[in-house]
């Protein structure tokens, strides 16, 4: 079916349903950023494969809203279409809400699908529509009918995650959360978001690629708790297991029933992670307290054990990297590469190491200008071969047992122009203004991100996106509430965070760099004017000394790198051969 | 009378009105940072003297909250009575409504005066009490009876800000907020802050020591406006001046009964500056639109002639600075010269410069270890004899017809410590890294407000206070809504913003650094990757050089220093006679 025929048939439905407006977002039931395929609905409307992006269609016109990461993407799969782009956070471009309030009229109603909008989307939006007498109306899923050969919501089966793996139980974590909830007088917690639920629970799946995560919702009163799922995903052993901590499985579809049950009662939830379907299905004789979810400032800082688990995972993460890179300068002059097979090649190097599942995201492997865009994906169409010129950015990471890894290494395969070698070297500039950053306790990802943009706006660059993002333990990879961006956020670094520091320069037709590490929060002293904090880089893989213009490095920063490349060399070899660790010697030398 | 035995009855009066607690705020009706005598309700129970802080009374407990800047002076205050200090924003110091929340018990109730609350404060109070089964009741001003010889509300004559200071008449400034209300569909827009009714209508008055604003509320209608003011203080020529703008004096008693009248219609007002008492003389069927004052930005961003004006204001303040340095360090050897008696002569100085009105704050005057106290005033009492020894820091500013100024020098008497040039250098250098910033469209204070406090974090050092403050036009010393600090700020830098750049070392008992200049935001450069922001500083008189030790600043650093001195004499020295001209060029020397 063409884009202009699923629109067509959408605004007969939008008509019948008497909408001037219905909104498409890219979340699923959960608000989750990465979303298995039965709810891809944005993507299947519009065309547009990237993984965050709002579509609106009204009678007459139709815009898809996305961020910095998908500009150049978002251009290119919506040319040809009626689907006009707005480019978020740039100057002068309204929010979708914005838009609607000026283009509908008085008495207008714009429809959603209460599943896939937050309720604090929800009353936002709402709040602002309403303001211009605009009505805002949950009507369903007008797709589903449209979309005639939907996948499956998934069927993957769960499995346990052990404590030497997960370093504590789920009574303990459920205990946690209960001594919270008779602070608050709460009988009920209210958990929806996916990466909670399997953090909460010790639980695993395989619902969305790439996050290891179970389509569910959870219901924790305060001497039970009920996970409500497909039950054929839940082996026998795993119901007796829980059943031990007096956690019982239910059908997925029975959550709005039960919870329509609990009557003049206090229930807890987070406003974002909960979508307002299941929101409106609330007596209203029940008293709702909101706060961010419990559990979203409790795995974000990791425990000892998961922080023990994550140096070694780190480690063997690293040396699938080192191997791959050694392949792939020693064989681009060989043979033909492309970005896929180097894909491929890299990941046979992961499943390698112990404990490997899968990748942690799709991998952005681009070469050349393709790098210019943040999170290409490489395709048959676009898929480059790779020549000993230029730069080669491949953006990677792994599922394993003992962690989760992120990492942006854009490597040298040949000549490179002086431009390019300054770009590389500003964002190494950049790289290293945040890993040796020192900040009282207290400060956040909005009051240090500037220390990684400084060296690029002092010269008029910038990036557009955050700087680097949570990430999870054998979960998502995109994990808040922590985050470096300039956009305000409350959120105190604490010890035991993991951050990711991922500055990086894309010039459109030319090329792009990124270079990433992870970050570990950890106290650096405490003084009579409070205690500091420092990062500790836990990411293990050289940065392409033969991208460096060493004479735009301070001393500091030479130092930092050489320093760096030391631990590389010291982590990393124990795990090589002879002749990768002679490779790596040369590649982590002091300059 | 005692501290004692004021909070005595006052707790009589609690106990008749069944109050637990009553809460008594550094504010007046206005939410004014700095208030006239009348309005000194908490310094005159609690006996601390800072321009912020709250006394909270319950019938067992007294507790005082302030903010960094006081620490230390209010706990030599407080000192024998029984009212406990409060730190604010430390770790694990509740705020005073969390403290609340954890000492009542259900069904208590916490009195106000709804004049000195704010909407936001009074319902975000309101909100966390009664989570706890508390009531935040209006229960008016406990004090008034209690304080006999209580100051009565000033009787100052108001004057007319010309326009060829203020840069743009009271008509173009109505006409801008007459157009925002339209697309707020309101009608009326109500105006508490005083430093906003000042510049919306160009009048300035002597209400408030050091702040040259006007008792009064404002009401703005489509088509006219009424100033509540006591009418003695407007001279005739002005009732008919305002008169032409169809602008009318009322009382300033018949705000709340003209506010009452007002039926079935829409009404604009800022929350945070418009208090509680006002707010619930609002008719029910009245809709209410909340923002952010319009005034508030509008006055923020400094037109093109108060830029113009404001330069020369600077450069005359500048030279009244120099005089005083000099003055300063030819006689400290000689004679008698205390903290007040150089504060005097100071003042004596400025008195020289054209079209200067009074200090724009009291002056902080603060030698060696008294500087430690960041808000320090000099009393009879603490009054230090200056020696040709350590420094002596000097905070003061100006109220002129063409501008507002405020600027700190830390001057060096004589021999200092190996530990005073170190911190004195770092102090300049955090003042550096902040006065070179280049930062992206979009950027706010709390984004950027790390780049002055790098060097001291770096070495375990941190000042416990904002990093800098909008400043007024013939105004507050201290405007918003743009600040430099951690705390998370949603306002952007724009051009034509002014803002101060003082960070600063206090070492409680050892000594004060403190250097601060106002900065003036600029365009930089349009890239590829959107428009770039630099400061230029806009205060004129020289470091001491004799404070530093060269070998700790960068080359950039030391480039930086060297042109803003370069600066400093080109725009002083014209106005100096040859003496002084040599002098300074001997303290703006290349280093």
Redesign the interface.
Known sequence: MQIREKIDILRKHMKENNLKAYIIPSSDAHQSEYVAEYWKSRQWTSGFTGSAGTLVITLDYAGLWTDGRYFIQAERQLEGSEIKLFKMAQ?KVPTYTEWLCNSLSKGDTVGIDGRVFSISSFEDMEKQLNKKGIELKVVGDLIDTIWKDRPSIPKEKIFDHLVKYAGKSRKDKLDDIRKNMKINEAEYYVLSSLDDIAWLFNIRGNDVPNNPVVTSYALIALDYAYIFIDKDKVPESMVKELAIDSIEFKDYNSIDSILKDLKSTTIMLDPDKTNVWLYKSIDTSVKIVRELNLTTKLKAVKNEIEIHNLNKCQQKDGVAMVKFIKWLKDEVTNGKITEISATEKLESFRKEQEFFIEPSFDTIAAYKENAAMMHYKANENSNAELKPEGFFLVDSGGQYLDGTTDITRTIVLGKLTEKEKEDFTLVLKSHIGLAK????????G??????A??PL??R???YKCGTGHGVGFLLNVHEGPQRFS?V???IKLEPGMIITNEPGIY?EGEHGIRTENTLLVKE??T??????MEFKTISFCPIDLEGIKASMLTLEEKQWLNEYHKEVYQKLSPYLNDEEKHWLKQQTREI
Chains 1, 2 share one sequence.
């Open positions: 100057p950053a020192v900040f009282l306790e207290g400060a956040t909005s009051n240090i991100d500037i220390l943009r400084r706006w002092e008029g660059i910038d300039q305000p956020n409350t010039r650096k002293e003084t009579e004017f409070g205690t500091f």
